[in-house]
């Protein structure tokens, strides 16, 4: 199953046909990293944001960085 995020007519945001709020705290999280991030790389800003790089799994924080090496070569 692939994920999917989307952003709804009433700017709610639902993630695999889940609203926001009941979702876990790392799918959350998940999704407050994602958003960002595709704004930034679609607008060209290349300039992310992030809190909380403690909420993923272990391997979490090293793929975030390596998307965000990528967002900024």
């Known amino acids: 199953m692939v994920d999917h995020i ?3 007519h009433d ?3 639902t993630f695999n046909g889940f609203a926001y ?3 876990i ?3 959350q999280w998940g999704i407050d990293t994602l958003m960002p991030y595709a704004i930034a790389a ?3 800003i290349r300039f992310v944001l992030l809190d ?5 799994d272990l ?3 090293t793929d975030v960085l390596a998307m ?3 967002l900024i070569a």
């Open 6 to 8: 989307q952003i709804n």
């Open 11 to 13: 700017v709610s945001i």
């Open 21 to 23: 709020s009941l979702n």
């Open 25 to 27: 705290e790392s799918y």
């Open 42 to 44: 679609n607008s060209g």
């Open 52 to 56: 909380r790089l403690d909420v993923p």
């Open 59 to 61: 391997n979490g924080p």
């Open 68 to 70: 965000i090496d990528d």
